[in-house]
């Protein structure tokens, strides 16, 4: 079955240090993978997009990675802030119509 | 601009009450979407549309039904409300090209008792 499967526990992380999040997928061979923040009480919020000729994207302190033969992406927060504390979910697509797919998310705790 | 706006925030139904949920957006997107998210799970597609007068079923549709008679309103109806419909529903929309990012509305929170 497809199967797209984020960390359910939370990540403990210091404020200075670099967050790794991951998004493990089966089953699936996605056109594109989506990363989005989601705050409490809030809806999701686009960060990143990655294609999957692409192996690497950034955006200021934020860093996707693709790995196709894994299937698996990394979403890296550079520099973390407690800011950052927040719930991270990725989001798959197929070629064609964008159906996107999320994952449960992990939620990140930045302490100070 | 607003985005995409949803109402009401929070909502309590008695079971087999009918209810519906508003979205509109006026970023002029061709496409929106009905996502519902309960604790521990992904956002999961119930309806979405490609246009005014286009409709069709996402993962799961049943126990809801959506019109699309503008661009800019994608209401979700309760028809019957169960238990089981109690979650966070969430209205998107996107402007439909390729690998389009999603803005999402502030959510919905409603519970079936």
């Known amino acids: 079955s497809q199967k797209i499967e984020q960390n359910s526990e939370a990540l403990n992380i210091q404020e200075g240090k670099t967050a790794t999040l991951t998004c493990n997928y089966t089953n699936y061979s996605p056109a594109y993978l989506q990363w989005y923040r989601q705050d409490p009480g809030r809806g999701p919020v686009f960060l990143l997009l990655i294609r999957e000729n692409e192996k690497e994207k950034r955006k200021e302190r934020l860093k996707v990675t693709f790995d196709t033969t894994l299937k698996q992406s990394l979403f890296h927060i550079t520099a973390s802030q407690p800011a950052d504390s927040a719930t991270y979910l990725c989001?798959?697509?197929?070629?064609?119509?964008?159906?996107?797919?999320f994952g449960t998310g992990t939620r990140l705790l930045v302490s100070p | 601009n607003a985005g995409v706006t949803q109402t009401p925030k929070f909502r309590i139904l008695k079971i087999g009450q009918s209810m519906t949920l508003q979205c509109t957006q006026d970023?002029?997107?061709?496409?929106m979407y009905w996502y519902r998210q309960d604790p521990g799970m992904g956002l999961k597609l119930i309806y979405y549309?490609?246009?005014?007068?286009?409709?069709d079923k996402g993962e799961v549709p049943n126990g809801y039904n959506v019109s699309r008679s503008t661009t800019e309103d994608f209401p979700l109806r309760l028809e019957l409300a169960a238990p089981s419909q109690t979650s966070v529903y969430f209205c998107?929309?996107?402007?439909?090209?390729?690998?389009?990012?999603?803005?999402f509305g502030s959510g919905t929170q409603l519970s079936v008792l």
């Open positions: 970023m002029n997107h061709n496409y």
């Open positions: 989001a798959l697509a197929t070629t064609g119509f964008q159906k996107l797919v």
């Open positions: 998107a929309s996107s402007y439909g090209t390729e690998d389009e990012k999603l803005f």
């Open positions: 549309s490609v246009g005014a007068g286009i409709t």
